[in-house]
């Protein structure tokens, strides 16, 4: 039987349908939650990125508030806005659209923004609260993973999970979400790094693999047990042997495992389109949790 697909549009669709009934509720109280981000520079995939995140403040209802800062700001105003931002009580939430130029320092930024309004969850105080088990914010890859699994009706409890990613972006945050002991988690995590010597030693005892390494067919049908489920958030552009196009393939051989797993997360249309909304959600939290709403 082939794999399950877990489909990121759809999920993601839902989600946002329930932000717009959450928006609706906040509004009645007269509170409107506000995402602040901070664009530096004209970077072409930059300013796409920050349109997409535009756009679904705008759907869910949500006011957007973009700072657009020139390619040459110094790091001393560059701090000061985000400073502004961080005293500002319309804002709930801030982010950073990375990569930043050069010559500014994206730690000294992504530091600078309080933890109560941090949504990307870099700040080193979420970091602490979510490995705690305490009320945090982190990456919006490792809540879209979470949420993709959950929502598809997979329990992670007592479940053996291989991530194959070892960064701050997603397989450290994603593993202190699935530990923890509440109806999402309970899950039993190993974090790999993709040099791993024998990896697939780790891989085929897993009943969910997590890859994000942008490897074209790294998680091949060999290194996977029967019916696994894979989440894939790599993502490189290759050349069609056929067509000559370029495309986006993911870190799974997803032809060469679709009868042997379970479920998986197609490349495109699978964790990506979850980001953005999993992003909106984090805003609206940040609004409730400022208004003491829980």
Known sequence: MAATILDGKKISAEIREELKNETKKLAARGIIPGLAGILVGEDPGSVTYVGLKSKACEEVGIKEMMCRLPETVTEQELLRNIDILNKDPKVHAIFIQ???P??????????AIVPEKDVDGFHAMNVGHAWMGQPAFVPAVAIAIQEM?????????DKEVVIVN???MVGKPLASLLVQDNDKGRANVTL???TTPNLAVYTRRADVVVVSVNKPKFITADMIKEGAVLADFGGTFVEDPVTKKRKTVGDV?????KEKAGAITPVPGGVGPMLVTMLMLSTVNSAKMAAGIV
Do not use: F, Q, T, W
């Open 98 to 100: 990375l990569p930043m």
């Open 102 to 111: 050069k010559h500014l320092s994206e730690e000294k930024a992504l530091a």
């Open 149 to 157: 699994l959950v929502r598809s009706g997979i329990s992670l409890k």
């Open 166 to 168: 070892v960064d701050n």
């Open 192 to 194: 790999c790094y993709p």
């Open 253 to 257: 051989d997803a032809e060469g495992v």
